[in-house]
């Protein structure tokens, strides 16, 4: 005992007070932390017991009838791959070429910054907004003026579409394309840069042999981050293009395209939003089944895009 | 001595801003031999480096005024091409800069980029033998040019750093403190790459190192402030130093 008490680092009582206080917080942070997980472990086993009975193969290919009320999801699956290809088509070059010169040509000034500060106050618009813009920009201002140019007449006309809502959803993402874009540039070492310019090179050839082959990993994520959004989001199409129902056909070469730029489509976010609330006595599997599956093609693009960067970063090495 | 110059500036003044780097710089670099610019952090050394090839201007903010003639031409006329000039004027860094590409790639990098058609295999193939037999690498390499140049050791980045520049047929090779980022070994190797390569090249060097100015170069430029303040003969200028400050520079008494 003699030796015990000899002990210089023997923790006195405020010391003692400040461990145990130590652990109780770690404690009430790590429940803290579980609030966040729990919930949505709760909630996805939710959705996947209650869609289990309906979720098959055929529920995938087979079009919703009787106002969703039975069949499967096609139409709006298929609509939702256009609306995701089309709204890419656009904010990808839009997005990266900006990106580009904003991070590899623009000077450091007030101009650029101005820009900057513009694209990061519009990634915090609400989604609803952007409909709205979409609604006024695209399918009231811009498709009358589309019509008249064709000479299109009557039902010829295009109406709110995949393309007004693809666009819509374009400016949606563009903030999105054009941050994750400037990340990947700017993570490209100034060094390389140097090197290219030391050798007179343009910045032109700076950018497509050096900055752009080492850069591709960033702007490939920012780009699933953006599919994945296109596919969930449903205020940008809800008065841009999207509909309620439409038949489409049920085999041949029409099942794979049966929306025209110019026509209404479906698309699962907006169906999960109608069959949810809008129709009475709907099966609650149909609407479980079709919340399953929009998350299971959101983890889906998402875990692909985790994967991607890994990847990607695993084999690049400077 | 009736050398000619291969660099001549003249009333060089530079300014970053409303910051004033240079304030005035005349010298003359004579061809073929490896000149040293020395003196304190922030003496403008490197600017004056980087004002050889006009590479400050990619640097934002930079105003130049004065002449820099190489080759009898005051390279800040407006009829000059700057990748013209880059191709004859190459640029060694502090840490090595190998691009992200092939040993291979890296040499001919400066080749294809200044070629308006497609370059022959053998070519370049020829051209890579050579610029890395000049600088001493082909024995190590020859067997590993599809290997990533980031992957090599050290001191073999930074030879590769010089051998891409040699293709491109250059008057004058710049140094920013090269060897700042090797171990022993690695600066001993460098330094005699650079006495192998005088004579064909006019090499300026910028060095914190004085005692690096002392053992590898014909002559020696000191700079205080923006300023030129002596030039000489490199044993001349750390025995018998003309100007005081450049005395108890290299005597250590500040720096």
Known sequence: ??????????????????????????WVMFGFCMLLVLPLIAILVDIFWKAAPVLSFDY??????????????WAPLIGTFYLVIGSLLVVTPVGILAAIYMNEYAKDG????????????????????????GLG??????????????????DEKWEAGLLTASLTVAV?????????????????????????????????QTIRTIVLPNSLSGMLTGIILVVSRAAGETAPILFTGATFFKFIADEGVEKWFPYGPGE?????????????????????????????????????????SIALRVWLRGRKRW | MTQTNAITTRDLKLWYGNFQAL?????????????????????????????????????????????????????????????ELRKRVGMVFQRPNPLPISVYENVVFGMRIHSPQKLTTSDLDDAVEKALTETGLWADLKDRLDAKATTLQLEQQQKLCIARLLPLKPEVILMDEPCSALDVEGTKAIEELMWSLAGKFTIV?????????????????FMLMGEFVEHSRTEDLFLNPRNPKTAEYIEGRYG
């Open chain 2, 23 to 83: 304030l005035g710089v005349s010298v003359d670099i004579k061809q073929g031999q490896i000149t040293s610019l020395i003196g304190p952090s922030g003496c403008g050394k490197t600017t004056l480096l980087r004002c050889f090839n006009r590479v400050n201007e990619r640097y934002g903010n930079v105003r130049t005024e004065g002449e820099v003639k190489i080759l009898d031409k005051n390279i800040y006329e407006p009829d000059v091409s700057l990748a």
């Open chain 2, 205 to 221: 060097i910028v060095t914190h190192n004085m005692a690096q100015a002392r053992r590898a170069s014909h002559e020696c430029i």
């Open chain 1, 60 to 73: 995938l290919t087979e079009n919703p009838t009787n106002k969703g009320k039975e069949g499967g999801l």
């Open chain 1, 264 to 304: 209404p489509f479906m698309a699962m976010s907006m169906h999960l939003n109608i069959i949810s609330n809008q129709i009475s006595q709907m099966p609650e599997n149909m609407k479980f089944g079709c919340a399953a599956v929009l998350i299971a093609l959101i983890l889906i693009i998402n875990s692909f």
């Open chain 1, 172 to 204: 949606m993402n563009l903030p999105v394309i054009i941050t994750s874009t400037r990340e990947a540039l700017g993570a490209v070492p100034q060094s390389f840069r140097e090197a290219c310019w030391n050798l007179g090179a343009t910045r032109f």
């Open chain 1, 1 to 26: 005992m003699e030796t015990a008490s000899k002990n210089p680092f023997a923790p006195g009582e405020f010391e003692r007070k400040k461990d145990q206080a130590l652990a109780h917080r770690k």
């Open chain 1, 137 to 154: 920009a695209f399918v009231l201002a811009m498709l009358p003026g589309f019509n008249a140019m064709l000479g299109l007449e009557g």
């Open chain 1, 110 to 133: 007030w101009l650029n910054r101005t820009i900057g500060i513009a694209v990061t106050s519009l990634a915090g618009v609400p989604s609803i907004v952007h409909g709205l813009f």
